[in-house]
């Protein structure tokens, strides 16, 4: 499904981390794998250290840190917040929604739209195209993205296909009517079929949590999960994101009428450094272009991955300057989305810690 | 078959494969090999498959027969 939006921008992104870096070599005694395996896997996956909230930290603590930050420094006003997005899959209760415990925590205006949505890997795409829609409208002059989550303690330690590269993390994304033109081109697929590809069994109302989910069993390949545990398909998502990724980006191209060569940087979700070498080389983009160093310093974590990305490989460049970037986001859902678009004369675009 | 049996040396770290053998008979067989296997398949045969669907070959000479008729 393609969109295309017109004066709207993009004028500040702050990426969250928590202080606390785990390094792959202090995990790896919990994986059934022998050391010289396990260096083999960090080598090709691009796995070194990752970022670990303490516990009782939730993803909405984050967010809460970060929106303090900007208030305190003058870089955002309460009053301008029209509507609060909450992109996450690691909510702080069922009800009610965080986006209203966050409008609460601070008292901002009634006339709000707070909305959560439970979205991953796409999370920063789709969040964003959800803004656009919303600054349609008349009403709507400033819409404040929130990407988090915070799902390391539901990754089990001995479980290496997920435990080295989660990272916890949360970004806050300042989306606004723009004079200029500035137009947006952007594209979103689902495929529910996969839907439990990427899935954590058991918590929900289908399969609410209970002592016998909290038993740990061992896999075909050796790594143990409990159904309180995320699981995650290796091999259906990384055929999904080789299948599906290319074509996209391909389709963008065309809905865009921008030329491969025309975008400056290509920010695209952070799986590993294997997947994004693979699709970097399906798509003919050199290396250098598509960033692949979030996962070894910071760890994955899923929808903030982008605006990590941004934070850190663009910082001030972003601040003094303007750049064409093409942004994708694939995973749960299974979804996958791109935009491309011009972002420059940010008023900030850092990473601070929690 | 000679180029992908090459590739699959490479990838178990043998110096000659065994078409008779299953994959699960190598010692270097493990979630690590099956991906760089699917990642293989993909950029030098555009195909996919499933990390149990290569496992469940009689043997190496089926499974390439299967990849090279696709």
Redesign the interface.
């Known amino acids: 499904m393609d969109f295309s939006f017109k004066h709207k921008r993009i004028s500040g992104i702050l990426t969250i981390l928590p202080k606390k870096a785990v390094k792959f070599e202090d995990e790896m005694t919990n994986y059934s ?1 022998s050391p010289a ?1 396990c260096m ?2 960090k080598l ?1 996956m691009g796995y070194n250290e990752h970022r670990i909230a303490e516990p009782g930290q939730c993803s909405s603590d984050f967010c809460k840190f970060g929106l303090q930050y900007l208030f305190d420094n003058n870089l955002l006003n309460k009053d301008e917040i029209d509507a609060l997005l909450f992109v996450s899959q690691s909510a702080d209760y069922y009800m009610p929604p965080t986006s209203n415990l966050i409008h609460g925590h601070f008292g901002l205006k009634q006339d709000c739209l707070c909305l959560d949505i439970n979205q991953g890997c796409a999370g920063f795409e789709l969040g964003l195209i959800q803004a656009f829609l919303l600054l349609e409208q008349p009403a709507v002059k400033k819409v404040i993205l929130m990407n988090a989550d915070v799902l390391s303690p539901k990754v089990s330690d001995q479980d ?2 997920s435990k080295p590269l989660i990272g916890d993390a949360a970004a806050i994304t300042i989306v606004e009517k723009g004079e200029e033109e500035n137009p947006i081109y952007a594209n979103i697929k689902m495929d529910g079929t996969g839907a439990m590809v990427l899935n954590i069994p058991a918590g929900g109302f289908r399969m609410p949590s209970t002592p016998e989910t909290a038993v740990m069993e061992q896999d075909a ?1 050796g790594n143990f999960r409990s159904k309180n545990n995320l699981v995650m398909q ?3 998502v ?2 999904f994101v ?2 599906e990724v290319p074509p996209m980006i391909e389709h963008l191209y065309v809905q865009s009428g921008v030329d491969r060569n025309e975008v400056d940087w290509y920010m695209f979700h952070q799986p590993n450094k ?1 997947m994004l070498h ?1 699709l970097a ?2 798509l003919g983009i050199p290396h250098e272009k598509m960033p692949a160093n979030i996962v070894e310093n910071f760890g994955n974590a899923s929808g903030v991955t982008v605006p990590t990305c941004i934070s850190y490989n663009l910082g001030d460049q972003l601040v003094n300057g303007k750049m064409r970037l093409c942004m994708a986001g694939f995973g749960v859902g299974l979804t996958w989305s791109s935009i491309m678009m011009e972002m420059g004369s940010l008023q900030f675009n850092k990473i601070i810690e929690f | 078959m000679e180029e992908l049996l090459e590739k699959l040396a490479e990838i178990l770290e043998v110096e000659e494969i065994d078409v008779n053998k299953k994959f699960t008979d190598y010692e270097e067989w493990d979630s690590l090999t099956a991906l760089s296997v699917l990642a293989m398949l993909d950029s030098d045969y555009n195909t996919s498959m499933k990390a149990s669907e290569i496992i469940s070959f009689n043997n190496i000479e089926a499974f390439c027969k299967e990849v090279l008729s696709r």
């Open positions: 794998f395996k083999k896997l090709a290496r296909n390949a290796g091999d259906d990384f055929n080789q299948r294997f693979k080389d399906k």
